[in-house]
């Protein structure tokens, strides 16, 4: 039985489950990305009299930090749940092109909280970390333009 036979909970389940290895860096870095995102809306400041964060306190605060996050983390997880269970539909056609996006989303905040870091003269670990959050995205960007070029390419194969 096709999963699209099957009710939506196990639909959702299975599409999940089926694309989840190969889509695995994009699911951990959107997660990361909101759990990021609710610490910054935790009554504790995180950016308050730290140096390592002035220059992003400085563009927009903390709160909106923090739900520019998580609203681009829900934007992404929402993607890989439709590239994942309903690829065969209309709009499922798109879903790597919205990857791609989330991807280019997120690698903007990468690289936001890489450049304030790198710019402040903290000493802070971040330098070790988010650098590589921001290659892993960039990969994913290039993975996922890729699934949407063979996307396009299948379906202008299949008009007449």
Not at 73 to 83: K, Y
Not at 113 to 125: E, M
């Amino acid at each position: 039985m096709p999963h699209r036979d099957k009710p939506l909970p196990v639909r959702l389940y299975l599409g999940i489950h089926d694309h989840f290895p190969a889509r695995r860096s994009e699911w951990v870095l959107a997660g990361i990305l909101i759990a990021w995102g609710w610490i910054l809306l935790k009554p504790a400041e995180a950016f308050a009299g730290n140096p390592a964060w002035s220059q992003m306190a400085a563009m927009m605060s903390e709160d909106a930090w923090g739900r520019l996050a998580i609203a681009i983390g829900a934007f992404r997880f929402i993607a890989l749940i439709i590239n994942g269970t309903f690829a065969r539909t209309w709009y499922g056609r798109w879903s790597p092109h919205v990857r791609a996006l989330a991807s280019f989303l997120t690698c903007f905040l990468w690289f936001q909280i890489s450049f304030g870091l790198w710019n402040s003269d903290a000493a802070t670990t971040g330098l070790a970390v988010y650098p590589g959050l921001l290659v892993l995205d960039a990969m994913n960007i290039v993975a996922a333009t890729r699934d949407a070029g063979s996307m396009d390419k299948a379906v202008s194969d299949d008009r007449p």
